[in-house]
């Protein structure tokens, strides 16, 4: 298996810039503790920009082994959009990831598909590894469209990329209906919506680009679902909100691989 498995853990609107000093370092306590081994996982925190430099020279400072990204992006280069952040600026502050069309993006900023293109588009090109957010609601899920409706929202968010482009990005399955509820879709659910999703890369870009790109799962992620959701096939990681301020929970999380099952990482 040569997709590296990812947990990345997403602050949303929580945490200052003082207190994300503290959640970093008991984090890595945690990580310490629970003897988190950076070669089975790439273990990711993803604050919100103004904690971002904090975050940066603490882990620079310390060797923590973690890395960090933002959780949007501008589709402009820069200039005339108040409150808007660019790549550039990201990359400066040391991020490698950036959460693309979180579904709380998609519906308090009323971002379309068109504005999750451009703003992969504009990742990519400056070298930062899009997240790309992708999941129905509930009453998608309901009438059973679940999988044609988030292979088409994959598909706009990736149009006009090359099979190069689409290897590098990571796409994170998140019914809408299973975030900060507690309901969690089952790992079957879970796994029929990220194989459609690996089904639908490799008809548009080729097995192999499909073969590599991470395909992660994300709602109401917790130490005691982990691992039930990382032996399926399909699922290479997964995007964790609540339970990423809990610095305990999330290494807990990180140590998946304890008990994998058949699957070897
Ligand atoms: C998220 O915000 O991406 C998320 C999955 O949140 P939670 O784990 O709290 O459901």
Not at 11 to 21: G, R
Not at 48 to 70: C, H, N, Y
Not at 108 to 135: M, Q, W
């Amino acid at each position: 298996m040569s997709r590296k498995p990812l947990i990345a853990g997403n602050w949303k609107m929580n945490v200052n810039h003082v207190e994300a000093v503290g959640l970093v370092q008991k984090l890595a306590w945690a990580l310490g503790d629970f003897k988190y081994d950076p070669t089975k996982a790439e273990c990711l925190v993803i604050p919100p920009f103004v904690d971002l430099r904090s975050v940066q020279t603490l882990i620079e400072a310390d060797k923590i082994p973690l890395a960090w990204g933002a959780q949007d992006v501008s589709e402009h280069e820069n200039g005339a959009y108040t409150g808007d952040i660019s790549a550039e600026m990201l990359l400066k502050l040391g991020c490698s990831y950036v959460i693309i069309g979180h579904s709380e993006r998609r519906q308090y900023h009323h971002e379309s598909d068109f504005v999750v293109n451009e703003k992969t588009r504009n990742a990519l090109a400056k070298g930062l590894t899009p997240i790309i957010c992708v999941g129905e609601g509930l009453e998608v899920r309901r009438a059973e469209e679940h999988v044609p409706f988030t292979l088409a929202q994959v598909a706009a968010a990736l149009e006009d990329r090359t099979p190069e482009q689409v290897a590098k990005v990571v796409i994170a399955y998140e019914p809408i209906w299973a975030i900060g509820t507690g309901e969690v879709a089952t790992p079957e659910d879970a796994q029929e919506v990220c194989g459609a999703v690996r089904g639908k890369l490799a008809e548009l870009y080729g097995d192999e680009v499909s073969e590599q790109v991470r395909i992660l799962y994300g709602g109401s992620v917790k130490a005691s679902t982990i691992v039930a959701l990382m032996v399926k096939p399909d699922i290479d990681g997964v995007l964790v909100g609540g339970a990423s301020l809990n610095p305990d929970e999330f290494a807990l999380i990180t140590r998946f691989y304890e008990a994998s099952g058949g699957k070897s990482w």
